[in-house]
Protein backbone atom coordinates (compact mmCIF):
# COMPACT_ATOMS: atom_id res chain seq x y z
CA UNK A 1 0.00 0.00 0.00
CA UNK A 2 1.19 3.39 -1.13
CA UNK A 3 0.19 7.06 0.70
CA UNK A 4 1.59 9.99 -1.05
CA UNK A 5 1.74 13.28 1.13
CA UNK A 6 1.01 16.81 -0.93
CA UNK A 7 2.37 19.97 0.47
CA UNK A 8 3.06 23.11 -0.50
CA UNK A 9 -0.34 24.69 -0.57
CA UNK A 10 -1.91 28.28 0.73
CA UNK A 11 -3.23 31.33 -0.07
CA UNK A 12 -1.54 33.85 -2.50
CA UNK A 13 -2.60 37.13 -4.50
CA UNK A 14 -3.27 36.53 -8.26
CA UNK A 15 -0.23 36.50 -9.99
CA UNK A 16 1.97 34.94 -7.43
CA UNK A 17 3.64 31.69 -7.06
CA UNK A 18 3.17 28.75 -4.70
CA UNK A 19 5.45 25.02 -5.27
CA UNK A 20 3.72 22.16 -4.32
CA UNK A 21 5.27 18.64 -3.51
CA UNK A 22 4.35 15.16 -3.30
CA UNK A 23 6.47 12.14 -1.45
CA UNK A 24 5.39 8.41 -0.11
CA UNK A 25 4.95 8.91 2.99
CA UNK A 26 4.59 4.87 3.41
CA UNK A 27 5.46 2.07 1.25
CA UNK A 28 7.13 2.66 -1.74
CA UNK A 29 6.98 2.36 -5.55
CA UNK A 30 11.69 2.24 -6.45
CA UNK A 31 10.82 -0.73 -7.60
CA UNK A 32 9.19 0.33 -10.55
CA UNK A 33 10.88 1.72 -12.88
CA UNK A 34 8.17 2.82 -15.35
CA UNK A 35 5.39 4.74 -13.14
CA UNK A 36 3.74 7.75 -14.01
CA UNK A 37 3.20 10.29 -11.41
CA UNK A 38 0.96 13.19 -11.88
CA UNK A 39 -1.25 15.97 -10.71
CA UNK A 40 -4.98 16.81 -10.57
CA UNK A 41 -6.83 19.27 -8.90
CA UNK A 42 -11.10 19.97 -8.23
CA UNK A 43 -12.77 23.30 -7.93
CA UNK A 44 -15.66 22.82 -5.57
CA UNK A 45 -18.40 21.45 -8.03
CA UNK A 46 -16.81 20.75 -10.42
CA UNK A 47 -15.25 17.15 -11.51
CA UNK A 48 -11.09 16.37 -10.56
CA UNK A 49 -9.57 17.38 -13.68
CA UNK A 50 -6.12 16.78 -15.01
CA UNK A 51 -2.97 19.20 -14.44
CA UNK A 52 0.03 18.13 -15.28
CA UNK A 53 1.61 14.61 -15.31
CA UNK A 54 5.77 12.78 -15.49
CA UNK A 55 6.94 10.05 -16.35
CA UNK A 56 9.68 8.78 -13.30
CA UNK A 57 11.97 7.32 -16.04
CA UNK A 58 12.15 9.59 -19.24
CA UNK A 59 11.15 12.61 -17.20
CA UNK A 60 8.78 13.80 -20.15
CA UNK A 61 6.01 15.68 -19.05
CA UNK A 62 2.39 16.64 -20.24
CA UNK A 63 0.30 19.57 -19.58
CA UNK A 64 -3.27 20.56 -19.53
CA UNK A 65 -3.66 23.82 -21.93
CA UNK A 66 -4.81 25.84 -19.00
CA UNK A 67 -1.51 25.44 -17.19
CA UNK A 68 0.41 25.58 -19.87
CA UNK A 69 3.29 28.05 -19.71
CA UNK A 70 2.95 28.94 -16.16
CA UNK A 71 3.25 25.55 -13.63
CA UNK A 72 6.01 23.09 -14.22
CA UNK A 73 6.50 19.26 -13.35
CA UNK A 74 9.69 17.73 -11.98
CA UNK A 75 10.61 15.24 -9.80
CA UNK A 76 14.06 14.64 -7.44
CA UNK A 77 14.67 10.84 -8.24
CA UNK A 78 17.16 10.97 -4.79
CA UNK A 79 13.93 12.01 -3.20
CA UNK A 80 11.16 10.24 -4.78
CA UNK A 81 9.54 13.67 -4.82
CA UNK A 82 7.62 15.28 -7.23
CA UNK A 83 7.02 19.05 -7.46
CA UNK A 84 4.52 21.69 -9.28
CA UNK A 85 5.83 24.74 -9.50
CA UNK A 86 2.81 27.12 -9.95
CA UNK A 87 3.20 30.60 -11.48
CA UNK A 88 1.09 33.66 -12.34
CA UNK A 89 -1.66 32.32 -10.65
CA UNK A 90 -5.30 33.11 -11.40
CA UNK A 91 -8.18 32.83 -9.34
CA UNK A 92 -9.60 30.21 -11.55
CA UNK A 93 -6.47 28.02 -10.35
CA UNK A 94 -8.16 27.98 -6.79
CA UNK A 95 -8.85 24.40 -6.08
CA UNK A 96 -7.28 20.99 -3.94
CA UNK A 97 -4.83 19.47 -5.71
CA UNK A 98 -3.98 15.78 -5.82
CA UNK A 99 -1.01 14.01 -6.55
CA UNK A 100 -1.63 10.48 -7.87
CA UNK A 101 0.60 7.63 -9.21
CA UNK A 102 0.18 5.06 -11.58
CA UNK A 103 2.43 2.10 -10.85
CA UNK A 104 1.77 0.20 -14.89
CA UNK A 105 4.08 3.35 -16.44
CA UNK A 106 0.83 4.06 -18.61
CA UNK A 107 -1.66 6.58 -17.14
CA UNK A 108 -2.00 9.97 -19.12
CA UNK A 109 -4.63 12.39 -18.65
CA UNK A 110 -7.58 10.39 -17.09
CA UNK A 111 -8.50 9.55 -13.02
CA UNK A 112 -9.16 6.42 -13.47
CA UNK A 113 -5.47 5.39 -14.61
CA UNK A 114 -3.86 6.73 -11.74
CA UNK A 115 -3.49 3.68 -8.38
CA UNK A 116 -2.76 5.48 -5.70
CA UNK A 117 -4.03 9.37 -4.35
CA UNK A 118 -2.43 11.97 -1.58
CA UNK A 119 -5.44 13.67 0.75
CA UNK A 120 -5.29 16.72 -1.26
CA UNK A 121 -3.49 20.60 -0.62
CA UNK A 122 -5.65 23.60 -0.95
CA UNK A 123 -4.60 26.17 -3.09
CA UNK A 124 -6.68 29.23 -2.63
CA UNK A 125 -5.67 32.64 -5.12
CA UNK A 126 -7.27 35.56 -4.43
CA UNK A 127 -8.27 38.50 -7.14
Known amino acids: QVQLVESGGGLVQAGGSLRLSCAPS???????????MGWFRQAPGKEREFVAR????????SYADSVKGRFTISRDNAKKTMYLQMNSLKPEDTAVYYC?????????????????WGQGTQVTVSS
Open 26 to 36: RGTFSVYSVYV
Open 54 to 61: IRWGSGTT
Open 100 to 116: AVDLQGFANRDVTEYDY
